[in-house]
């Protein structure tokens, strides 16, 4: 017995020709019949020495069917049918006669004869499946308002077959236009499209006008169109059935269809790690020149950024196998473990949030006006990557940057074996942590105005990070100079934002933000403005609507407003320069003092060594 685990022949399998097998049994058959017919006729010539002439027309008239059928088959000779299922009948009605000479014939069309009979059945089957077909479609078009047709589906069989019965006479000629019917209407439609000339009218046959705006002509190309929506968009076969649509039903698949375009782009997108090819390409190639070893998830999407986790590549020697050291900005031993990479997005509607931070700050102003959005998103990149390392050098806790590639950057991970360092926002503090961190972000805020000359401009408690007890400070790409026009703004919202969190959080005997604001710069809010700045912030007017040089242009409750950016900055220039003056004067006279209290003691320890001196002479 064959088994299905056994080993599988390589011998080809030998096919053999159904008609070959039919030909041979009929031939065994034949035979049988023939030595019955020898065996009768020895008995018969015992008794009836003639033949009758009745058998001798039996054969010759297979034969003859034989032939007529092998020429063109039809249905219409009723006897036809009885000497085919004579022939395939083994109780068929035995041959009392010797073989004739036209049986030889009749074996030479044997295999034809297999032929049409298999074509006739085929036919008839095929004429059942297409009635059927007709009732389901009559049977759907009964109540709907579109109607469909199933005419793609019929079996082309059934045609040869209806040609040659009588009953379906009546038919032919429906049938014969059907199959002459314009499977592709759309060429047809395209040429009658083709035929408006460009002035966007045509006389018809009748003398009409038919314009390109012709509603027939519009549903037609509307078909057109929607045929040619992408493949992944289910259109079914409108050619094949005329299809119009109209210019409404046409606008609402078109949305529907963009729709679905963009369900489709967001899950690939995701399915990718939110990032598109350009950037998964900068990633292979940090991967590549073994900076990074893996990429293993997303970390979080924000509007601006996506952040990756990574991890960094151990065999990263300071070079890759190239020799070069790939714009890494730390030594080989310094790398971390564990990265964060940061990957800005690159589409435009964020990109407009930005330029706010960007071109007014100097150290990027002569390369904003001129760029396209996708450089200046790097510069925005490169802009995070420079304030990093300026609060870095300061002594403020930031992540260390690994390395800057167009608009991806790689810094160290704030947190452990892929768990990230929670926001403050989240952190469980306890009252003394919570005061800590209070006293930590308030002396941060003050060295990174006072040292760094940098303003967060989006600190709250969403950007600091709160990692084995301290706060760690991120996203900085928007942080700007205290001398952007404002900058001033931007500190009093960062201000604002503090204080509101400490103050929700219950802890006591915290600055109110004008204090704070004071505290950092030195400048008296209500004196300098700045809660008015603040004011036109929480109002959403810009800082340049209110400082606008024609007033006239300006909203009623926004003027008249004086920038006192110059002017406080200026001030306080003063009163520190005058603090410094007052404090060298104060060391000046210190050290004045200092000299004449050494003076007068070198003349008193003189004057008594001259006076022993003198006591001492005889
Ligand atoms: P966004 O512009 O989207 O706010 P952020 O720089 O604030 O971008 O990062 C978003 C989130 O990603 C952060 O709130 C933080 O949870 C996480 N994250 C960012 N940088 C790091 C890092 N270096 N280490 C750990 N987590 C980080
Ligand atoms: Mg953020």
């Known amino acids: ?23 041979e049994q009929y031939a065994h058959r034949l035979h049988d019949q023939e030595l019955k017919q020898q065996q009768k006729r ?30 063109k088959p039809t249905l219409s000779d009723a006897g036809e049918w009885e000497n085919y299922s004579m022939l395939l009948n083994d109780e ?12 030889l014939s009749l074996l030479e069309d044997e295999a034809e004869s297999d032929a049409v009979i298999a074509q006739m059945l085929q036919s008839q089957f095929d004429h059942e499946y297409n009635e059927e077909l007709r009732r389901i479609e009559r049977q759907q078009n009964k109540q709907s308002k579109v109607t469909v047709t199933l005419n793609k589906f019929l079996r082309s069989g059934d ?19 059907y199959l002459k019917q314009d499977w592709d209407c759309f060429e047809t439609n395209e040429k009658m499209l083709e035929a408006i000339p460009k002035c966007g009218f045509k006389l018809d046959k009748e003398g009409e ?41 046409f606008n609402q698949l078109k949305a529907y269809s963009r729709r679905g375009r963009a369900d489709r782009k967001e899950k690939v997108a995701t399915a990718e790690m939110g990032v598109d090819a350009a950037t998964r390409l900068l990633l292979y190639k940090l991967i590549n020149n073994q900076i990074l070893e893996q990429i293993n998830g997303i970390i979080s999407t924000g509007k601006e950024a996506v952040i990756l986790h990574a991890n960094s590549d151990a065999s990263y020697t300071g070079t890759n196998e190239h020799g070069h050291g790939n714009g890494v900005l730390m030594p080989a031993e310094l790398l971390p473990k564990e990265c964060a990479i940061k990957v800005f997005k690159t589409t435009l509607n964020e990109f407009k949030q930005r330029d706010r931070y960007i071109k ?23 802009k995070e990557m420079h304030n990093l390392m300026r609060m870095q050098s300061i002594g403020l806790n930031v992540p260390d940057v690994v390395v800057l590639k167009k608009h991806v950057l790689v810094m160290r991970f704030i947190g452990d074996n892929h768990n990230a360092a929670p926001k403050l926002k989240d952190a469980r503090l306890s009252a003394a942590e919570l005061s800590c961190a209070y006293e930590e972000i308030v002396a941060a805020m003050h060295k990174l105005y006072n040292e760094a000359k940098l303003v967060h401009a989006d600190l709250s408690e969403y950007n600091i990070l709160w990692y084995e007890g301290k706060c760690w400070f991120i996203d900085v790409a928007q942080s700007v100079e205290p001398e952007h026009p404002s900058g001033l703004e931007f500190l009093m919202r960062d201000c604002d934002n503090i204080i509101s969190f400490f103050e929700r959080r219950g802890l006591p005997n915290i600055y109110t933000k004008e204090q704070l604001f004071e505290f950092i710069t030195a400048l008296n809010a209500e004196t300098h403005n700045a809660a008015m700045l603040e004011r036109i912030h929480t109002r959403g007017a810009s800082i ?18 004086e920038y006192p950016f110059e002017l406080a900055w200026e001030k306080s220039l003063l009163e520190r320069q005058m603090r410094h003056t007052e404090a060298e004067r104060d060391q000046e006279a210190k050290e004045e003092v200092e000299e004449s209290i050494d003076q007068s003691e070198t003349k008193l320890s003189n004057d008594t060594d001259n006076a022993n001196n003198t006591a001492k002479c005889p």
Not at 1 to 23: C, F, G, H, R
Request: with cysteine; hydrophobic share 30%; proline share 8%.
């Open 1 to 23: 017995m064959s088994s299905p685990w056994s080993k599988v022949s390589n011998e080809p399998v030998q096919t053999i020709n159904l008609a070959d097998i039919m030909s």
């Open 209 to 249: 006008m038919i314009t390109k705006h012709d509603p027939q002509l519009c549903g037609v190309r509307n078909a057109q169109r929607v045929m040619s929506f992408p493949p992944e968009f289910p259109t079914g076969d409108g050619a094949c059935f005329d299809m119009k649509l109209s210019n409404k039903v």
């Open 544 to 561: 340049n609507q209110a400082t606008v040089p024609n007033q006239m242009e300006c909203p009623d409750e926004l003027k008249p407003l």
């Open 92 to 103: 068929g009605k035995e041959q009392t006669e010797p073989l004739p000479a036209s049986l």
């Open 42 to 71: 020895r008995q018969q010539n015992e008794t009836l020495p003639t033949a009758t002439p009745t058998n001798i027309e039996s054969y010759s008239n297979v034969a003859s069917t034989s032939a007529k059928a092998s020429q």
């Open 360 to 382: 007014d700050d100097y150290r990027f102003k002569d390369r904003f006006s001129k760029q396209n959005h996708r450089v200046i998103i790097n510069m925005w990149a490169e």
């Open 159 to 177: 045609a040869e077959f209806l040609h040659d019965t009588e009953a379906g006479a009546d038919e032919e000629d429906d049938e014969l236009a």
